[in-house]
């Protein structure tokens, strides 16, 4: 759908002279080109191809000037109040630079547990309306940040949000989830496929911008997509299930028809993830949510050599940009997960972090892995599970989060004291006081 608050035609100022207006205006215009020929997806082809990118920029302005403008002017000439976190800190320490702290931030923190976002909720009651409406997604993106800080930010959205810009439709029931009326599992059906129209998913590209804008130097931005196997599995399924049996028998039964359904759905994930880096991400998670549900075998088979496609893809255009990649259910996989070439495994609260970390190359970073149930525990055990997976994760390489999604009624004062504690870790002092136990052992 298209965010009902877009118009093509250039907002225009009643005084476009006013002092600093102009100024503003002219800065969204180099932000736009900027974005589409100066992003960190540098590998472009220019002369012609520049000059098309220069085209979309502009087109890119005109239509999100309304909203922008409008943005800037609600905040100006106000100043934004000092932030408490850095937005380096994530890549540093995915880059393996020193840090004073692990930076943090949790998968689902925007979501049915705020308060703030059932109201919106309550208001806005279509789920696709709320994560294809510009306005709406960086809206609901910056609740927890705004509540809590967290160090990255990620853009509230649904790894299925691509599905219709490559021609695949489907609606979300509110007691069922995602169901798909036409499942591909005819070699027909591929027909029905095609390149990503990337016009259907600008909700994301204008939010992402706007996102990176308003959080400034306050945190990291996160895009995230849908792994081709996770994918797959709902084209194929019809939706959500349980067991997997359609899918998991067309991998025995048409072996050629899914190679070919996930080859399709690794390039135009690989130009979706572009396409949100060179919209203001600054980091990617993949989620291969359902790959959890093969066996190694088959998941080195049927998803890591997609999941590698769209790695190698994204690191030619966008070198630098770190790729993080999560699955639930995935200590089995850890080994093979790092061969995917992703800067970042997500692990899961079911692995412990000392294992994961000895199992991992020390050139690969961590993500996690705190048991997402503990939130409804005392805030002091809280507070010791985060000291244990920071001690056990060591002071390089770590992204603190949960083992997985904030879950639905998780306590928001157990959220805030999650990154208030966060926040107050020092590598120095926890590993200062492992040094000082381990001298004053007995020998």
């Given at each position: 759908?298209?965010?009902?608050?877009?118009?093509?035609?250039?907002?225009?100022?009643?005084?476009?002279?006013?002092?600093?207006?102009?100024?503003?205006?002219?800065?969204?215009?180099?932000?736009?080109?900027?974005?589409?020929l100066c992003s960190p997806?540098?590998?472009?082809?220019?002369?012609?191809?520049?000059?098309?990118?220069?085209?979309?920029?502009?087109?890119?302005?005109?239509?999100?000037?309304?909203i922008r403008v409008r943005?800037?002017?609600?905040?100006?000439?106000?100043?934004?109040?000092?932030?408490?976190?850095?937005?380096?800190?994530?890549?540093?320490?995915?880059?393996?630079?020193?840090?004073?702290?692990?930076?943090?931030?949790?998968?689902?923190?925007?979501?049915?547990?705020?308060?703030?976002?059932?109201?919106?909720?309550?208001?806005?009651?279509?789920?696709?309306?709320?994560?294809?409406?510009?306005?709406?997604?960086?809206?609901?993106?910056?609740?927890?940040?705004?509540?809590?800080?967290?160090?990255?930010?990620?853009?509230?959205?649904?790894?299925?949000?691509?599905?219709?810009?490559?021609?695949?439709?489907?609606?979300?029931?509110?007691?069922?989830?995602?169901?798909?009326?036409?499942?591909?599992?005819?070699?027909?059906?591929?027909?029905?496929?095609?390149?990503?129209?990337?016009?259907?998913?600008?909700?994301?590209?204008?939010?992402?911008?706007?996102?990176?804008?308003?959080?400034?130097?306050?945190?990291?931005?996160?895009?995230?997509?849908?792994?081709?196997?996770?994918?797959?599995?709902?084209?194929?399924?019809?939706?959500?299930?349980?067991?997997?049996?359609?899918?998991?028998?067309?991998?025995?039964?048409?072996?050629?028809?899914?190679?070919?359904?996930?080859?399709?759905?690794?390039?135009?994930?690989?130009?979706?993830?572009?396409?949100?880096?060179?919209?203001?991400?600054?980091?990617?998670?993949?989620?291969?949510?359902?790959?959890?549900?093969?066996?190694?075998?088959?998941?080195?088979?049927?998803?890591?050599?997609?999941?590698?496609?769209?790695?190698?893809?994204?690191?030619?255009?966008?070198?630098?940009?770190?790729?993080?990649?999560?699955?639930?259910?995935?200590?089995?996989?850890?080994?093979?997960?790092?061969?995917?070439?992703?800067?970042?495994?997500?692990?899961?609260?079911?692995?412990?972090?000392?294992?994961?970390?000895?199992?991992?190359?020390?050139?690969?970073?961590?993500?996690?892995?705190?048991?997402?149930?503990?939130?409804?525990?005392?805030?002091?055990?809280?507070?010791?599970?985060?000291?244990?997976?920071?001690?056990?994760?060591?002071?390089?390489?770590?992204?603190?989060?949960?083992?997985?999604?904030?879950?639905?009624?998780?306590?928001?004062?157990?959220?805030?004291?999650?990154?208030?504690?966060?926040?107050?870790?020092?590598?120095?002092?926890?590993?200062?006081?492992?040094?000082?136990?381990?001298?004053?052992?007995?020998?």
């Open positions: 759908s298209t965010p009902n608050h877009e118009s093509t035609t250039p907002f225009t100022p009643a005084n476009p002279s006013a002092p600093h207006l102009r100024d503003l205006l002219a800065a969204e215009r180099h932000s736009a080109q900027a974005a589409m997806c540098s590998n472009l082809n220019y002369g012609l191809g520049g000059l098309c990118n220069a085209v979309r920029a502009e087109k890119l302005y005109v239509s999100r000037t309304n943005s800037l002017l609600s905040s100006f000439p106000a100043t934004h109040a000092a932030q408490q976190c850095d937005d380096r800190l994530l890549l540093q320490a995915v880059r393996g630079e020193k840090v004073p702290r692990p930076p943090t931030w949790m998968m689902r923190q925007a979501g049915r547990y705020m308060a703030a976002y059932r109201k919106l909720a309550e208001k806005y009651p279509s789920f696709r309306k709320r994560s294809e409406t510009t306005d709406l997604i960086v809206e609901i993106s910056l609740q927890p940040w705004k509540a809590f800080r967290p160090d990255g930010v990620i853009i509230f959205s649904d790894i299925l949000t691509p599905l219709p810009a490559i021609g695949i439709d489907f609606e979300i029931d509110e007691n069922k989830g995602p169901l798909i009326d036409s499942p591909l599992r005819l070699e027909e059906d591929l027909r029905s496929l095609h390149k990503i129209n990337l016009e259907k998913v600008q909700f994301v590209g204008e939010a992402l911008h706007l996102l990176r804008k308003e959080v400034g130097t306050g945190g990291t931005i996160l895009g995230f997509v849908g792994a081709p196997w996770t994918l797959a599995a709902y084209i194929v399924e019809g939706g959500t299930t349980r067991t997997y049996k359609i899918i998991k028998t067309m991998c025995y039964q048409s072996p050629g028809l899914l190679h070919a359904l996930l080859t399709h759905l690794a390039l135009e994930i690989a130009d979706y993830v572009i396409f949100q880096v060179k919209s203001g991400a600054q980091c990617v998670q993949i989620f291969d949510s359902w790959g959890g549900q093969l066996t190694p075998d088959q998941w080195t088979s049927w998803s890591k050599p997609y999941i590698q496609k769209v790695v190698s893809v994204v690191k030619q255009n966008c070198p630098g940009v770190p790729l993080v990649l999560y699955i639930n259910g995935n200590g089995g996989l850890l080994e093979r997960m790092q061969e995917t070439g992703v800067d970042v495994i997500g692990l899961d609260w079911t692995v412990d972090m000392a294992d994961g970390r000895k199992r991992l190359n020390e050139s690969i970073a961590v993500q996690g892995n705190v048991d997402p149930a503990l939130l409804f525990a005392p805030l002091s055990a809280i507070s010791e599970e985060i000291q244990s997976v920071v001690k056990k994760a060591g002071s390089r390489r770590h992204i603190l989060n949960l083992g997985h999604g904030v879950l639905i009624g998780t306590p928001e004062e157990s959220v805030a004291h999650f990154f208030e504690t966060a926040r107050t870790l020092s590598y120095d002092s926890i590993f200062a006081e492992q040094v000082t136990a381990l001298s004053a052992a007995p020998k």
